[in-house]
């Protein structure tokens, strides 16, 4: 093996250097943000750039008045994933394994939907779901939020189940085994990676939708923590330590989740590069 090279070791020292730097500057305002959380009293211009003691009459404060919107985003955002991957899961394998006559094209009009904007969809949706009777409903902002994730999950779990052995498939059926049972006990199971990775991003788009919460309710019954914050700095403007604090307990279920599901999301995104 060859020695390093001062300059080689240079390179590497000025690119750990220029990461750090990158990294510091994209956590900063998380930072600023739990800072001033365990600053309850101080002025958003007053904050110490280090908090001199651990307040945590902030957060006290942001749970009893968020906390039942935390609860309904966790409601929606597992709901629409379970919806998501309902949908998504069995017609990814369709595309994937039945040549279906035009699935290219099918799969190209899937990431054509992701660039319609958001407003459009809801202001459509609206007028449905009035007929329906779904505004002001869970189900009904479950059903929105799993649109946000379909497309995506389908895209990524077809790449995915492409690459699985056609022997596989062809060995359970002749062991007896019928399309659906297939899907189950074989196809689903070698998919984990792929599945909780679109999992994962439909909870993503979901916890953080504002647009179907703010157009899809049209009362305080579905609430869920985007559209409280939202309308949390208004009424508490001047308390931003409970602002902050809201902010905060609104990042923990996303950080722990892509926390737990990091190493599935990184064999889920490229399982389907190599076939």
Not at 194 to 200: A, K, R
Not at 207 to 219: C, G, K, R, V
């Amino acid at each position: 093996m060859a020695a390093h090279t001062p300059a080689a070791s240079r390179r590497r020292w000025g690119s750990t250097v220029a990461g750090v730097l990158v990294l510091g500057v994209m956590l900063f305002p998380l930072y600023w943000m739990l800072n001033t959380a365990l600053q309850p009293d101080s002025g958003l211009l007053q904050v110490d750039p280090v908090p001199g003691s651990l307040d945590l009459s902030g957060f006290s404060k942001a749970i009893g008045d968020q906390g039942g919107h935390l609860l309904t985003s966790l409601l929606v955002s597992f709901g629409a994933v379970a919806i998501c991957l309902a949908v998504s899961a069995p017609a990814a394998y369709g595309l994937a394994r039945f040549g279906l006559r035009g699935s290219r094209t099918i799969v190209f009009g899937t990431l054509i939907t992701q660039m319609v904007p958001g407003i459009v969809i809801a202001n459509a949706l609206y007028n449905s779901y009035v007929d329906l009777g779904l505004v002001n409903s869970y189900f009904g902002l479950m059903l929105a939020d799993a649109s946000l994730g379909i497309p995506f999950s389908i895209v990524l779990m077809r790449s995915f189940m492409v690459s699985i052995p056609g022997e596989v498939i062809e060995a359970a059926e002749i062991d007896g085994a019928g399309p659906v049972r297939v899907f189950l006990r074989v196809v689903l199971p070698m998919s984990r990676n792929s599945l909780i990775t679109s999992g994962l991003f439909a909870f993503l788009f979901s916890w953080s939708d504002f647009m179907f919460a703010l157009t899809l309710n049209t009362t305080d019954d579905v609430k869920p923590i985007t559209l409280g914050i939202y309308q949390y700095i208004g009424a508490h403007v001047g308390d931003w330590g409970a602002v902050m604090a809201a902010s905060v307990l609104s990042a923990v279920p996303a950080a722990v989740l892509l926390v737990l599901a990091q190493r599935y999301i990184a064999a889920g995104i490229t399982g389907g590069s190599v076939k």
